[in-house]
C-alpha cells in the first residue's frame, strides 16, 4: 500500500515522441524560425548526383553548411557553384530527417565581391586555355564578302542599330538577327543556343546559313557582361563552324568569348567594319585594275607591231627571191632539148651495136640448149614447192608494193603541200599582191620604166593594172621591134615550160 502512495521517478509524466515526429518538428522550426535567408561564404565540395540534383558545402574558416539545388532549379543560377569560390547564396533552411541533418536549399547563387569574380574568370580562362581553345592555328579566316552575316544580339538595343547602319554605309549585306538576352541568368544558355542554331542551318534553305556571326553586346559592368563569361557559351563558339566575331562590351572590356571567337571587335561598329569591306573602295581598285589593264595590253600590241615592222624592212623584195631561180629555170630549159637529143643518139648506138651481134642460128641454138636445160630441170624437180614458192615471192611482192605506194603517195603529198607552201610564198612576194592595192606597173617596149628620165624617151606606154594591161599612146619602135618582143618572150615560155 505504501508503494502506491511513493513519488513516480522524476521525468515519467514527459509526454514520448517517435523518431519521425522529432524530425518533423525539427524541420518545422528551422523553416519557420530562418523562412529564406541568405549566407555568405566559400564553395567546398561540389557533387553532381547521377539525377541531376546538385550538392555542395559552403564553409567559413569554423562551420561547415551543407546546401542541395534540385535539378529543376540549377538551370535558374546566374553563377554554378565552382570549389574555393566565394559566393552569397540564397535559399530556404530545412532539415533532412532520414540522416539528421540539416541543409540549405539554394535557388540563387551570386559572386561575392567582384574579386571572386575576377578569380572565377582566371580560373575558367586557364582551363579553355589549358585544353587548347584560345590557340591561333584552329582559328577560321572570315570570309571576305559573306553575302549573309548572321548577328546574335538584343533586338531592341542601340547595337544593332549600329551594326545595320555601319552595314549599309560600307557594303549592303543580307542580316539575320537571333535575338537574346545579353545579360543576366538566361544570357548564356540563350547565346550559346544562338550560335548552335545558326550551325544548324542548310545552306541555300529557305532560312538560309549564314557565311559569318557576330555575337555583339554594348558597354557595362563585369557583372552585366558575365554570360559571356560562361564556359557553355565560350564551348558553342569553339564549337561552330561558321566564323564568329565576338563585339562585347568596349574596347576595355574583355571576356572569354573575345579569347575563343575567330577574331574580336573592340566595338559593335568595328564588327561591322571587319565584317565587309567598303564597296566604294572596291569599285575604285576595280577601275584602276582595268585601266592598267587595257594600258597594258595597248602597249603590248605597240611593242609587237613596231618590233613587225623592224623585221620587216629587214625582208628581201619579192623580186631578188625570184630572179635566181628564174635564171636557174631558164638554163636547165636551154640545156633540156641538146640532152634529150643526145640521149636518144647513145641508145640508138647501143642498139646497133647490140644489133650486130644477134643472128637467128645464134639464138635458135641458145633457145633450143635452154628449152634443153629446162627439159632437165622439170624431170628431176617438182612443181609444187615452186608453185608455193612462187605464190609466197608473190605476196611479198604485193606487200613491197603496197608499201612503196604508200610511202610514194605521203611522199608525194609532202612534196605537193611543199609545192602549194612555195606557190603561196610566190604569190606573196609577188608584184601581183602589190597591184591589188592600188599600184601599177609601167612598161615601153618591154622595159619597165622606174624614173621620170626613162619615161621621157617614150611615147607609148603599157600600163599594167591588179585587173589588166591598158595601152597608152602610140608605139614609136622600129620594124624589128617585134623580134626583139618575141625574144623577150622566150623565157616566159620557158618559164610555162
Not at 211 to 238: H, P
Not at 272 to 283: G, K, Q
Not at 292 to 314: E, F, G, M, P, Y
Not at 355 to 369: G, I, K
Request: aromatic share 4%; proline share 6%; hydrophobic share 40%.
Amino acid at each position: 500500500m505504501s508503494d502506491l502512495l511513493d513519488d513516480p521517478v522524476p521525468g515519467q509524466n514527459t509526454p514520448e515522441y517517435t523518431v519521425s515526429d522529432i524530425s518533423g518538428e525539427v524541420k518545422r522550426t528551422l523553416e519557420g524560425t530562418f523562412g529564406r535567408i541568405r549566407v555568405r561564404g566559400e564553395v567546398g565540395r561540389v557533387f553532381t548526383a547521377r539525377s541531376g540534383h546538385l550538392y555542395y558545402d559552403i564553409k567559413d574558416d569554423r562551420n561547415v553548411l551543407a546546401c542541395t539545388t534540385w535539378k529543376g532549379q540549377v538551370s535558374g543560377l546566374s553563377v554554378v557553384p565552382e570549389e574555393g569560390l566565394e559566393v552569397v547564396v540564397t535559399g530556404r533552411l530545412t532539415a533532412f530527417g532520414a540522416q539528421s541533418k540539416y541543409n540549405l536549399n539554394v535557388d540563387e547563387v551570386a559572386v561575392a565581391g567582384q574579386g571572386a569574380l575576377m578569380a572565377l574568370l582566371e580560373k575558367r580562362k586557364k582551363q579553355l586555355e589549358a585544353e587548347g581553345l584560345f590557340a591561333p592555328e584552329r582559328k577560321k579566316p572570315l570570309p571576305y564578302l559573306p553575302q549573309i552575316i548572321g548577328v546574335v544580339t538584343s533586338p531592341s538595343g542601340a547595337v544593332i542599330r549600329d551594326i545595320l547602319h555601319r552595314l549599309r554605309d560600307r557594303f549592303p549585306r543580307k542580316v539575320l538577327i537571333w535575338p537574346v538576352a545579353v545579360q543576366g541568368s538566361n544570357c548564356a544558355p540563350e547565346v550559346a543556343r544562338a550560335i548552335e542554331g545558326f550551325n544548324k542551318l542548310t545552306p541555300g534553305g529557305s532560312l538560309p546559313r549564314p557565311d559569318l556571326i557576330i555575337v555583339a553586346r554594348g558597354g557595362g559592368s563585369i557583372e552585366d557582361l558575365w554570360g559571356f563569361n560562361e564556359e557553355i557559351v565560350a564551348r558553342a563558339t569553339a564549337a561552330s563552324d561558321i566564323p564568329l566575331i565576338s563585339a562585347v562590351g568596349h574596347e576595355t572590356d574583355t571576356t572569354l568569348i573575345d579569347f575563343v571567337s575567330d577574331r574580336r571587335a573592340p566595338t559593335p561598329t568595328a564588327a561591322a567594319e571587319l565584317a565587309v569591306p567598303v564597296r566604294m573602295e572596291i569599285l575604285a581598285w576595280t577601275g584602276e585594275q582595268g585601266a592598267r589593264l587595257s594600258r597594258a595590253a595597248t602597249d603590248a600590241v605597240q611593242r609587237r607591231s613596231q618590233r613587225l615592222r623592224d623585221l620587216s624592212r629587214a625582208l628581201p623584195r619579192p623580186d631578188s627571191l625570184l630572179n635566181t631561180p628564174r635564171q636557174r629555170l631558164d638554163l636547165i630549159a636551154d640545156r633540156l632539148a641538146p640532152a634529150l637529143n643526145r640521149g636518144v643518139q647513145n641508145r640508138r648506138l647501143q642498139v646497133v651495136e647490140l644489133s650486130a651481134h644477134l643472128r637467128p642460128s645464134t639464138l635458135r641454138n641458145l633457145v633450143s640448149t635452154r628449152n634443153e636445160a629446162l627439159r632437165n630441170l622439170s624431170s628431176r624437180l617438182s612443181l609444187r614447192p615452186i608453185h608455193r614458192e612462187i605464190e609466197q615471192q608473190k605476196q611479198n611482192i604485193n606487200r613491197l608494193a603496197d608499201r612503196m605506194n604508200a610511202a610514194q603517195a605521203t611522199r608525194l603529198d609532202r612534196m605537193r603541200q611543199q609545192l602549194d607552201a612555195a606557190d603561196r610564198l610566190r604569190e606573196t612576194l609577188s608584184y601581183k599582191a602589190t597591184l591589188q592595192r592600188g599600184y601599177a606597173v609601167v612598161r615601153a617596149e618591154g622595159e619597165v620604166l622606174t624614173t621620170k628620165k626613162q619615161a621621157s624617151k617614150h611615147s607609148a606606154f603599157e600600163i599594167e593594172f591588179a585587173d589588166g594591161l591598158l595601152n597608152t599612146g602610140q608605139p614609136t619602135t622600129s620594124p624589128a621591134a617585134p623580134k626583139k618582143s618575141a625574144k623577150k618572150d622566150a623565157p616566159d615560155q620557158g618559164s610555162l615550160f
